[in-house]
């Protein structure tokens, strides 16, 4: 019998150490980037580094780097290379022209997973204008580049027609789906009028932290959820009822790092759910080695959007796959998260500091109570005051 499933396409990862970004950073961004090529539905053969004062203007790596790659390239007849960074066009051109195979950064690589993951119109409407904007100031050599490697990962969507490849009909189609979008932002700004004043709560956090499963569990409801970045890109609002108190409670597209800015941009109503919230939910992922730079990549994002002053509930979840590392008493090396028992991790400044905070596992339901009573108690302080004669709920 002839297998007829399709053959997963095969990558290598490229990324820069730098004064900016030092060998650990690199590594985890590489991992990082891993997850997201596997997301995308590549295999991935091989890393590559390189120690720059500054990436090359031309080609981003060195020459002797570049014929390295070429000749692994060649030798395992690779389908593309992806940089962890966001090229030129004059370097997306020069390297593709060196190793004569299909070259994505990381920007189009994300933007690969948003075609691919949106199931709505709208969606797919803001996954489309952000594509096109990518797409346009890279056409000079893209008409070569989409006639030797047509479809595939990173030419998803307005990647594989020819027209496309027209400077003039891609400005008049972002213009059109500018449009297309402003109206949708009128129709969600008249849903969002409709819900009333009813509190409304947003889960945040980065990608593949668990916001879907705890919307899952919050609201008794089937919103998907996996063990890939960017599962949910379209947003989920649901009535939650904790006690006799309802409240609004809405999962949103997960934050990451070196998120492309034309991607917020097309995403800006997905973000106003998060700018309009009471409450906002910070789910972070305690199991997560770098947890903490996690949640600076969204603090820093709150701010982007204008919606860092909103108050904030700290939820550590995945508590049942946290791991420490015993420190020995010969190691000088000063202590660090990765030494902390969770119960040290508990009563850490890391936990004082994002007052309030809780620590759970939605898989395994642990502290699932104390979360509702903590959330139940925050959104009682707002309906206080927004609803002074409904103290009968209470």
């Known amino acids: 019998m002839i297998d007829t499933t399709p053959k997963a396409e095969t990558a290598i990862l490229v990324g820069v150490i730098t004064k900016d970004q030092d060998e650990n950073q690199v590594a985890e961004y ?84 948003f075609a691919k993951r949106a199931q709505t119109s709208y969606a797919k409407t803001q996954v489309e204008l952000a594509q096109y904007q990518y797409l346009l100031p890279r056409l000079v050599g893209m008409w070569q580049h989409l006639e030797r490697q047509r479809g595939g990962i990173g030419l998803r969507g307005p990647g594989e027609t020819e027209i496309e490849t027209d400077r003039r009909v891609i400005r008049t189609k972002i213009s059109k789906l500018k449009e297309q979008l402003r109206k949708i932002d009128k129709q969600m700004i008249t849903q969002r009028k409709n819900r009333g004043q009813m509190i409304r709560v947003s889960l945040i956090g ?126 000088l090396n000063p202590v660090n998260q990765s030494n902390w028992t969770l119960e040290e991790m508990q009563n850490s400044w890391m936990a004082k500091s994002n007052s309030p905070c809780i620590f759970i596992s939605a898989i395994q339901k642990t502290n699932i109570g104390l979360l509702r009573e903590t959330l139940y108690q925050k959104v009682k302080e707002i309906h206080i005051t927004r609803f002074p004669h409904d103290n009968f709920l209470y």
């Open 30 to 113: 590489l991992e990082e980037l891993a997850f997201l090529a596997d997301t995308a539905g590549a295999t991935v053969k091989k890393l590559f580094t390189q120690k720059l004062e500054y990436p090359n203007p031309r080609t981003f790596i060195g020459e002797g780097k570049l014929a390295e790659i070429a000749a692994y390239v060649k030798e395992n007849e690779i389908d593309f290379v992806v940089f962890d960074d966001e090229l030129t066009p004059s370097q997306l051109r020069n390297i593709e022209r060196e190793l004569e195979c299909k070259i994505l950064d990381r920007t189009n690589l994300i933007l690969d997973i």
């Open 206 to 331: 980065y990608t593949n932290v668990g916001k879907s499963t705890i919307m899952n569990m919050l609201s008794k409801s089937e919103v998907f959820a996996e063990n890939k970045l960017f599962a949910t890109l379209d947003i989920t609002v649901r009535k939650v009822v904790i006690g006799n108190l309802p409240f609004l409670l809405s999962d949103t597209v997960g934050f990451i790092r070196k998120l492309p800015h034309h991607l917020v941009e097309s995403f800006k109503s997905t973000l106003d759910e998060v700018r309009e919230a009471d409450i906002l939910l910070h789910v972070v992922d305690i199991s997560h080695p770098s947890f903490e730079d996690q949640i600076n990549v969204v603090n820093e994002t709150l701010q982007d959007i204008k919606a860092g002053d909103k108050p904030v509930f700290i939820i550590f979840n995945k508590i049942d796959i946290y791991k420490f590392t015993p420190k020995d008493t010969d190691d």
